[in-house]
């Protein structure tokens, strides 16, 4: 039976790790063409489980945390050597300690730790299966504030005690939490000096928006500051503006004032694209505490100005952002330290602060991840993976190479390029190399002899370029371009007889189109905005997104011939990308749980969150298979049996 993928809700802008020179005809590729450097060790079954499920991570690969004088000297490891997977630090009220996140138990599970700033202890605060991130500990040291997606997979803010481990959720109350429908999460808490308030940033009760003003698919972010007491009374906004991302508060020294950073909702989705950081901006802002009043722009001008921090009651240092000149540390009373550092946090004497650094080398092929099923063992993969029915690999190397497309055995040998996305002439070198174009979503016949995809350009451009569905031999010896360009054509399956092809169409045209493959004939399937979609492994029906309406995706399924159609999801937010596995269940990427931490503190992403879920081929007993803060996808289950 055939195995199928999932789709990222983005695929990320990195750089083509290196480009074919290949002509129209197959050939392994050799160890000094980059194989060794690219793929792991890899193809042993997962010892006491099913097998392997196959994901594909848009995420740093290293994080660093590093301690350095404010003003930018003496800058050192925080950990001298370490190899671990550490962000978000914090100092304690006290100076003492330090606390972060780590994913030091699996790539992906986020889990709290805390070190004395000599370096002489460290201990773990927290470590479950669910994301947790954010400490910071209360003012007397007894108590630690954090964000966890613990009971019910949305991100809330929690209070543990530290001397009992009882914990307490704030946020999740029918006094707190907002509207079902809506985004509903709540992040970057900060303590009053006193230790009787919690102030922190939310999206509850706003609405799920696409960039480019509605119009796309990721979502951008409209944050609030709120306050709450440490009993869950005194619930209250502190400062909002409509259409605008207000973020990371921080109480001032006194506790009479708050200082959080403000740019427009639009902008959070640039704050988090490369191509955008340049022109992005926003401002450092703070308000009185007690009335949300006496509004002060503490920056202005130009720049993407992030995670602010009195260091002194009348000093804000804060995070500039960006790609080339003028970025790192700024301060209201000082001089910009240059650097490519992220989070930084300041110690309560103003004389050291602490940050991350990070690194995007892609991960190499079956790298081993955090495992949230226990039947399977999670492995990276670059995009589009499918295993046909005699058991070969075939993906598009989008990640680790130029968006071209190869086969592979599951264990990792024998690859071999199947397509070559610059060999017709057809595409934007420019934009293959940005990873806006290239040979998208290959699909096994189901004889292995062919393989259908789409080449062309997508995401945003394929309102401007258009693209082609095409199929070759798995050999590489021949293609044949299949659709003629007058539409943008993209994300063919294979029916379970092989006779025809489903793809979608966009820019001109809209909706699901079938292919006969004997006459090359073509009929129309529907003609609303449906994408993605996949025979199911009996060719009995068809799974596709569908556009419900301007901010919402949902998950269908149709019968070839067009009737029975059936939705199967009904979040309000973005279901979508579902793909069948080989036993007929379907997984889909969402975004009913919504942002795990601040979207415009993302780099180079696309939907900053995507969690992968599994269901009935009816829409019954959906179930997460991911819980981390990162952009996860492209599932593809391998049993052991293909890797031994």
């Known amino acids: 039976m055939q195995l199928s993928t999932i789709f990222l809700f983005g695929l990320a802008l990195a750089p083509a790790a290196f480009a074919y020179n290949a002509g129209r005809h197959s050939r392994d590729l050799d160890m000094d063409m980059g194989f060794a450097t690219m793929h792991s060790a890899r193809g042993l079954p997962a010892v006491g489980k099913k097998g392997v499920m196959l994901m594909n991570r848009i995420a740093p690969s290293t994080s660093t945390l590093y301690i350095a004088?404010?003003?930018?000297?003496?800058?050192?490891?925080?950990?001298?050597?370490?190899?671990?997977?550490?962000?978000?630090?914090?100092?304690?009220?006290?100076?003492?300690?330090?606390?972060?996140?780590?994913?030091?138990?699996?790539?992906?599970?986020?889990?709290?730790?805390?070190?004395?700033?000599n370096g002489s202890?460290?201990?773990?605060?927290?470590?479950?299966?669910?994301?947790?991130?954010?400490?910071?500990?209360?003012p007397d040291g007894s108590k630690m504030a954090y964000v966890s997606t613990a009971n019910g997979f949305k991100a809330n803010i929690w209070v543990m005690d530290l001397a009992t481990g009882v914990q307490a959720n704030l946020t999740n109350t029918e006094e707190v939490k907002g509207v079902p429908w809506s985004p509903d999460g709540y992040f970057s808490p900060a303590w009053s000096p006193d230790g009787e308030w919690l102030v922190f940033s939310s999206d509850r009760n706003t609405a799920w928006v696409g960039h480019g003003n509605g119009t796309g698919w990721e979502h951008t972010q409209e944050l609030s500051i709120y306050a709450i007491k440490l009993d869950g009374t005194g619930?209250?906004?502190?400062?909002?503006?409509?259409?605008?991302?207000?973020?990371?508060?921080?109480?001032?020294?006194?506790?009479?004032?708050?200082?959080?950073?403000?740019?427009?909702?639009?902008?959070?989705?640039?704050a988090h694209r490369p191509e955008d950081l340049a022109t992005t901006t926003s401002q450092i802002v703070s308000v009185d505490?007690?009335?949300?009043?006496?509004?002060?722009?503490?920056?202005?001008?130009?720049?993407?100005?992030?995670?602010?921090?009195?260091?002194?009651?009348?000093?804000?240092?804060?995070?500039?952002?960006?790609?080339?000149?003028?970025?790192?540390?700024?301060?209201?009373a000082g001089t910009l330290v240059p650097g490519s550092m992220r989070t930084p946090a300041w110690s309560p004497d103003g004389k050291f602060v602490v940050y991350e650094k990070v690194g995007w080398t892609i991960r190499p092929m079956e790298k081993k991840l955090y495992s949230w099923d226990g039947d399977y063992e999670y492995?990276?993969?670059?995009?589009?993976?499918?295993?046909?029915?005699?058991?070969?690999?075939?993906?598009?190397?989008?990640?680790?190479?130029?968006?071209?497309?190869?086969?592979?055995?599951?264990?990792?040998?024998?690859?071999?390029?199947?397509?070559?996305?610059?060999?017709?002439?057809q595409l934007d070198a420019t934009l293959i190399k940005q990873g806006l174009a290239g040979a998208f979503q290959p699909a096994w016949s189901p004889d292995g002899e062919w393989v259908a995809f789409g080449l062309g350009s997508w995401f945003q451009e394929r309102a401007v370029y258009t693209a082609w569905i095409y199929r070759a031999t798995a050999n590489g010896s021949h293609y044949e371009q299949l659709t003629d360009g007058t539409v943008n054509s993209g994300f063919p399956s294979y029916s379970a007889d092989g006779r025809y092809l489903v793809y979608r169409v966009w820019t001109g045209a809209s909706g699901l189109r079938i292919m006969d493959l004997t006459d090359k004939s073509v009929r129309v399937l529907t003609n609303s905005s449906d994408n993605l979609p996949h025979f199911s492994p009996d060719g009995e029906r068809i799974l596709f997104t569908r556009k419900m309406n301007v901010t919402n995706f949902d998950v269908c399924t149709i019968k070839p011939d067009g009737t029975d159609l059936q939705v199967l999801t009904s979040s309000g937010a973005n279901d979508a990308h579902a793909v069948w596995t080989a036993d007929g269940r379907i997984m889909w990427s969402s975004g009913m749980y919504g942002f795990r931490t601040e979207c415009a503190t993302y780099d180079s992403t696309f939907q900053p969150y995507g969690q992968i879920m599994i269901m009935n081929?009816?829409?019954?007993?959906?179930?997460?298979?991911?819980?981390?803060?990162?952009e996860d996808s492209m599932p593809l289950y391998l049993p052991n049996d293909v890797l031994e």
């Open 379 to 425: 492995r990276h993969t670059d995009v589009f993976p499918e295993l046909s029915r005699q058991g070969k690999l075939v993906i598009t190397q989008k990640q680790l190479g130029n968006s071209s497309i190869v086969s592979l055995n599951p264990d990792g040998t024998d690859l071999k390029l199947v397509f070559d996305s610059s060999s017709t002439g």
């Open 69 to 117: 004088n404010t003003d930018g000297t003496n800058e050192r490891q925080l950990f001298n050597g370490s190899t671990t997977f550490d962000y978000h630090a914090s100092f304690s009220p006290d100076g003492k300690w330090i606390t972060f996140t780590s994913e030091r138990n699996g790539d992906g599970q986020s889990d709290l730790y805390r070190i004395a700033v």
């Open 617 to 630: 081929a009816d829409g019954s007993n959906k179930t997460m298979l991911t819980d981390s803060m990162w």
């Open 121 to 138: 202890t460290t201990e773990e605060l927290l470590a479950t299966s669910s994301f947790e991130d954010a400490a910071v500990l209360s």
């Open 235 to 270: 619930f209250r906004q502190v400062a909002t503006k409509k259409d605008y991302c207000l973020g990371s508060p921080k109480f001032s020294p006194d506790g009479t004032r708050i200082v959080y950073h403000e740019l427009t909702r639009e902008n959070t989705w640039d």
């Open 289 to 332: 505490f007690a009335t949300g009043l006496d509004r002060v722009e503490e920056t202005s001008g130009a720049g993407l100005k992030l995670q602010p921090h009195y260091v002194t009651q009348d000093n804000i240092g804060y995070l500039i952002k960006g790609v080339t000149a003028n970025v790192g540390l700024n301060y209201t």
